[in-house]
């Protein structure tokens, strides 16, 4: 961002990572970060926030009525507002997650991805199809918060009147255009899965792999575990875990 955009602060809303992401760029480029969260946000994500400088500020049940909140604060005081998901800049940082992983693994068939708002699966989806035209891009969304899910149903963006899910990082009850486009165009299906699949996969990475995950960010390794996905014989195929935490293993 240009220096002039950043001399009053930085302000977002986020269910929780794309906050923290936030906070972390605002301490290490010495700017005031505001980030507002929803009630749900989990305990150990506040204490993060504060050892980096960031205001928080606590409004609303759910992300979108957290993130109108932040809209009016940063039009209220003059400070620059950072998408988590609906912003091209985040949209092409998040995809060069695709960049590392096909360097690492370039024959991949399939990469699964779990859909929040819908920011890291555009971004991933984008780049892994630029570099490898033919690889399945597969969303993973709760079965309690199917934003994209039941969009792509019906051909448009769609608000969820209620949401169900534990998975509150996963859990917008709207999308954004510029990301249901994207998915409509690059992604080949958006699958369902229970809380208590993310959490038994959450506890599965956590006995096998040694990693600690939220239950959002073992969605797409639930996908697989609980047969939501079922590769071809001899599909090569990634999951990407996209949160840390300990919500998913407690």
């Known amino acids: 961002?240009?220096?002039?955009?950043?001399?009053?602060?930085?302000?977002?809303?986020?269910?929780?990572?794309?906050?923290?992401?936030?906070?972390?760029?605002?301490?290490?480029?010495?700017?005031?970060?505001?980030?507002?969260?929803?009630?749900?946000?989990?305990?150990?994500?506040?204490?993060?926030?504060?050892?980096?400088?960031?205001?928080?500020?606590?409004?609303?049940?759910?992300?979108?009525?957290?993130?109108?909140?932040?809209?009016?604060?940063?039009?209220?005081?003059?400070?620059?507002y950072i998408h988590p998901f609906a912003d091209p800049a985040v949209i092409a940082g998040q995809g060069t997650i695709a960049l590392e992983v096909l360097e690492e693994a370039p024959d991949l068939d399939s990469l699964i991805v779990a859909i929040g708002g819908g920011g890291l699966i555009s971004g991933i989806a984008i780049a892994a199809r630029a570099l490898r035209p033919g690889i399945r891009i597969i969303g993973v969304e709760p079965t309690g918060a199917p934003t994209l899910h039941d969009s792509l149903a019906i051909g448009r963006l769609v608000e969820l009147a209620r949401l169900d899910?534990?998975?509150?990082?996963?859990?917008?009850?709207?999308?954004?255009?510029?990301?249901?486009?994207?998915?409509?165009?690059?992604?080949?299906?958006?699958?369902?899965?229970?809380?208590c699949d993310m959490r038994e996969a959450a506890r599965w990475l956590w006995r096998e792999l040694g990693v600690g995950v939220e239950l959002s960010g073992a969605a797409a390794v639930a996908a697989l575990l609980a047969g939501a996905y079922r590769p071809a014989p001899g599909e090569r195929v990634c999951a990407i875990v996209c949160g840390s935490g300990t919500d998913g293993v407690d």
């Not at 979108?64 to 400070?79: P, Q, V």
């Not at 998915?183 to 699958?191: D, K």
Request: charged share 20%; with cysteine.
């Open 165 to 195: 899910t534990a998975a509150v990082t996963l859990a917008p009850r709207r999308s954004a255009e510029m990301n249901f486009a994207i998915v409509r165009e690059c992604v080949e299906q958006v699958l369902l899965v229970e809380d």
């Open 1 to 80: 961002m240009p220096p002039a955009a950043l001399a009053r602060g930085i302000v977002t809303a986020s269910g929780g990572n794309h906050g923290l992401a936030v906070a972390y760029a605002g301490w290490a480029a010495g700017v005031p970060a505001t980030i507002f969260l929803p009630c749900s946000v989990a305990p150990d994500k506040l204490a993060k926030f504060a050892r980096w400088g960031a205001r928080v500020k606590v409004s609303g049940e759910v992300w979108d009525d957290s993130n109108l909140a932040a809209l009016r604060h940063a039009e209220a005081e003059g400070l620059s």
